[in-house]
Nanobody, 125 residues
Framework: QVQLGESGGGLVQAGGSLRLSCARS????????MAWFRQAPGKEREFVGA????????YYADSVKGRFTISLDKAKTTMYLQMNGLRPEDTAAYYC??????????????????WGQGTHVTVSS
């Protein structure tokens, strides 16, 4: 069983920065592909970015590329989402997810086995 817990959300002005964290706990020694998704009110869940099991590869949605950065800590149990240059359209609930699937499925929310409870980010204009 894997548990994920996000933190770091809040209210920020446009142009500001936030860093979200996702702590992963697991009874097994498996490594996971991990990702961030977000969902704004009235909109569908949207892929934000993903990081490979060893942290060597990352991939981002076009909407956040160049502004957001995903990283892992040395133990590879905590994932971070550094968000710079925030825009009002980034306002959403942000969820981290973990998957044992292959890297090619990284953008598909239904390929992820475990989800956190979400943390809210509000960007004011």
């Amino acid at each position: 069983q894997v548990q994920l817990g996000e933190s770091g959300g809040g209210l920020v002005q446009a142009g500001g920065s936030l860093r979200l964290s996702c702590a992963r706990s697991s009874r097994t020694g498996n490594s996971y592909m991990m990702a961030w998704f977000r969902q704004a009110p009235g909109k569908e869940r949207e892929f934000v970015g993903a990081i490979s099991r060893n942290g060597g590869s990352t991939y981002y949605a076009d909407s956040v590329k160049g502004r957001f950065t995903i990283s892992l800590d040395k133990a590879k149990t905590t994932m971070y989402l550094q968000m710079n240059g925030l825009r009002p359209e980034d306002t959403a609930a942000y969820y981290c997810a973990a998957s044992l699937k292959v890297w090619s499925s990284k953008q598909n929310w239904d390929e992820y086995d475990y989800w956190g409870q979400g943390t809210h980010v509000t960007v004011s204009s």
